[in-house]
């Protein structure tokens, strides 16, 4: 059967990670968190001094980003890929709330995304993937033959996403996070490159009364119709 490549960009924390995995899953379909990687770039520049602590030097970071290396390893037991930042397993360390505070300022770095979307295009390639972030559709794979636009309220999202990260133990407050989220949806869709914005030919799909499993076999049916066509 003729493989596709599916592309899901949205807001953040509108749960694209938890339907593209599903989606992956049931397709079985090579599955990547373009974010996780945007996150890998942030933690380095964090642990090196080149943001956070009142600090920023993008230029030494941008000087360095050739040093740099990131892998998806997949992880048998979770069934499905870990973040690997130059060799050390990253994937806990990319999700805390300080490095979604820094993660957009390093998202906005044009020779950041350059190096990225080169790499995504690549694991691209041969199809059966599903990709999920911001400029998926309309940079990485604009040809994908399908693509999906996802939202929520940013109550929605926020609620979700302080759940989580309550569930693991971190101290944050609702509000911190209500903020966080409005202010990367800010920055994300008014950055000078390639900025979060829907592809005229994607599926908008709003999912803030939508529970899991209901969005999971839309979303399914969608791209089984979709592999009929192309097949
Ligand atoms: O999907 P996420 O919340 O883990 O993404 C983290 C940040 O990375 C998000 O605020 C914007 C940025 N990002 C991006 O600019 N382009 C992508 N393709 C994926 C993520």
Do not use: W
């Not at 003729?2 to 599955?31: E, H, M, N, R, V």
């Not at 998202?107 to 911001?134: N, P, S, T, Y």
């Not at 569930?167 to 950055?191: A, P």
């Not at 994607?202 to 089984?224: C, K, P, T, W, Y």
Request: charged share 30%.
């Amino acid at each position: 059967m003729q493989k596709i490549a599916i592309a899901i960009d949205g807001y953040s924390s509108t749960g694209k990670s938890t339907l593209a995995k599903q989606l992956a899953k049931a397709l079985t379909y090579k599955y990547i968190d373009t974010g996780a990687m945007y996150r890998a770039i942030t933690l380095f520049a964090m642990r090196n001094g080149f943001i956070g602590n009142g600090r920023e030097s993008l230029e030494a970071l941008v000087k360095l980003l050739p040093n740099i290396t990131l892998n998806f390893v997949p992880n048998e037991e979770l069934g499905f890929s870990e973040m690997y930042l130059n060799g050390e397993n990253v994937e806990k360390d990319i999700r805390t709330l300080e490095v979604s505070k820094y993660v957009s300022r390093i998202a906005e770095i044009g020779q950041v995304r350059h190096m990225l979307v080169e790499m995504q295009k690549e694991m691209g390639k041969e199809k059966g993937i599903v990709m999920d972030g911001r400029d998926i559709g309309t940079v990485v794979f604009p040809d994908a033959e399908l693509k999906v636009f996802m939202t929520a309220s940013p109550q929605a999202r926020a609620t979700r996403r302080y759940k989580e990260l309550l569930d693991r133990g971190e101290q944050v407050s609702y509000q911190e996070v209500l903020e966080n989220v409005q202010k990367r949806d800010y920055i994300d869709s008014h950055r000078e490159f390639s900025p979060l914005r829907k592809a005229e030919d994607a599926i908008e799909f709003d999912n803030s009364d939508m529970g899991l499993v209901e969005q999971f076999d839309r979303l399914h049916s969608i791209a089984l119709r979709c592999l009929e066509k192309v097949t």
